[in-house]
Nanobody, 126 residues
Framework: QVQLQESGGGSVQSGGSLKLSCAAS????????MAWVRQAPGKEREGVAA???????RYADSAKGRFTISRDHAKNTIYLQMNTLKPEDTAMYYC????????????????????WGQGTQVTVSS
């Protein structure tokens, strides 16, 4: 059974930082593209960043220059370091896994993930 467990969400002020973590079952982590997807209230789901099994990362425009996705093979864990947070980053952040990683222009809209975590809330106040 595939398991994805997020942690690290919280409340910060604008300009602050947070680091999200997602622990995955080992089979998923070894073979799948891993990603962070967020959904704000009343808005559609939006991809933030994705990372392939070889460590190649790709980002949505909203995340470029501020967010960094990484994966630790020893811990079967991916991370999302979020800096210079803005109120519009407020959302539930989900960890996701799928067979294919989207090319960078499609990171925001890509929804072809097979597995999802429960989500962790990020709230940024102005």
């Amino acid at each position: 059974q595939v398991q994805l467990q997020e942690s690290g969400g919280g409340s910060v002020q604008s300009g602050g930082s947070l680091k999200l973590s997602c622990a995955a079952s080992s089979d998923t982590f070894r073979r799948d593209c891993m990603a962070w997807v967020r959904q704000a209230p009343g808005k559609e789901r939006e991809g933030v960043a994705a990372i392939d099994t070889d460590g190649s990362a790709r980002y949505a425009d909203s995340a470029k220059g501020r967010f960094t996705i990484s994966r630790d093979h020893a811990k079967n864990t991916i991370y999302l370091q979020m800096n210079t947070l803005k109120p519009e980053d407020t959302a539930m952040y989900y960890c996701a896994a799928g067979s294919w990683c989207p090319a960078e222009p499609y990171v925001a809209s890509w929804n072809e993930y097979n597995y999802w975590g429960q989500g962790t809330q990020v709230t940024v106040s102005s």
